[in-house]
């Protein structure tokens, strides 16, 4: 046990002391995503800020709900969804497009999958705070509040990207079918987890409603979605759910990074 | 103390159609029980050397004998299957010195991440960032993009920026002087200078007068073994004469 916990934190220590190499590599991802276009980063702004108007058209008519409320739910759980399909799908590449420096150095394999859920991040914390803005303009809810709040969900969010790009990369680097799989995984997913609708607003679809009631990434979207739209703390039931398919994710990051981690090189 | 320790160490490298396993082929394999084909190529048998601090030594024999296979074992990248591995001191392991760069950063900012990958900090490279510019002789290239370079430009560069780490135990896979005529000579020196640095250097090649220079001691590696470890001198003699012999036959 001792001697896990020593490699373990050797491991954490190797991917520290790299670290403005993976900073580095995260911003030349940013600089190339932006650089010859037009609006640059602002993007990262028009893109959710679009989206949400197209469903808020399309759905706060069909949903029966005033567009003030739904408008920031919807950015929200456009939000989260975004952020994690982009480290799941281009989480499947990590390793294969790190394959040059993986093949010059000894490195610890974790970093590759963090570069990208650094990229995803930055753009899921740029339509974040749009969100928080957004409630304030239209609710006006205490900003300090839902930011202070919004940590623990932050924070929670990052790791679960990570913990799932290391599996993904991991998967794909064997499983070269694995991001198609994926792909149409999570595009039925997106219509069973509550991003476009309300759990509420579907009386009578009980089978449904079971579902969403256990499905995690349900208590994953309240917890974002809590402190800023009523302005409270997200329920415990919620972070017990989230940290649960938390943990899940890190056994399973780490037992792949134990089993596979080495020969990665092979495949890669 | 810097010390390469390898005792029977033997590696197997798995090689797959198409390198990945497809869902198709797993199928096959688990619930049909048809082999999909893998086979592994044992790239290293049984190798055992010692290399001390202080040492040069120059690894060479013919392509596919495991020579960059043996240097990227030494360096952590490939593991073991079975023996044993090593390393005390600081690795610095150069392969493939125009892979890795970022096409679309410009040259100043391909020296930062090659430098960070090297574990160095922002302030060591800010340090030595004018000089690493210099040496390279690139100029006002270096504000543009890494795809504007043509190849011995990018050697260049790479070459630069390697040779300014400070290395415990160098690893160098045909990794020698690029460029035109000028910036050749001023490789060699520089590169002179970079291997009595470091504490050991271990290098592969084809070129035999460079590893003559530079090493006094040689492996000769033959499918995955060693065929012959001695004295620079003696093993270059028994290596011509057998390549001499095999183009005779």
Redesign the interface.
Known sequence: MRRNLELFWSYVCGIW??R??WL??VR?DL??RY?RSFLGIGWSLVRPLAMTAVFCVVFAHLFQVNWREYAPFVLLGLTVWQFLTETILNGCDAFTRAA????????PMAIFPLRTVLGAGFHAIIALGLAVVLVWWLKGVDVAVVVCSLVPAVVLLFFLGWFLAIVCGVLH?????TRH?LEIGMQILFYLTPILYHPDSLPGQRHLLSWLEWNPLTAVLEIVRRPVLVGEWPLWAHYQMSLALLGLAAVSAIWSLKRRE??L???I | MACIELDNVVLD??VRP??????KD?VLQRVFGREPGPSVVRALNGISLRIEEGERVGVIGRNGAGKSTLL?TI?????VARGSRRVDGR?C????IA??F?P??TGW?NI??RA???????KIVQAKLRAIGDFSELGEFLELPLRCYSTGMTLRLAFSVATSTEPEILLLDEFFSTGDLGFQKKGELRMRDFLDRARIVLMVGHNLTFLEKFCDRVLWLHQGWIRADGPTAQVLSEYRHAMTAAVAA
């Open positions: 002391r790299l403005f190499f580095s590599l030349n600089n190339n650089s040059p420096y993986i093949r010059q150095q000894c490195v680097t064997h499983f070269y079918d799989i080495r020969t090189v092979f495949w | 490298y798995p198409h390198r990945r396993l497809t869902l797993f990227r360096a952590g990248i490939y593991p690795v392991s150069l392969f493939d892979v890795g970022e679309e950063a900012q930062h991440y960070y990958l090297q574990g160095e900090s922002p």
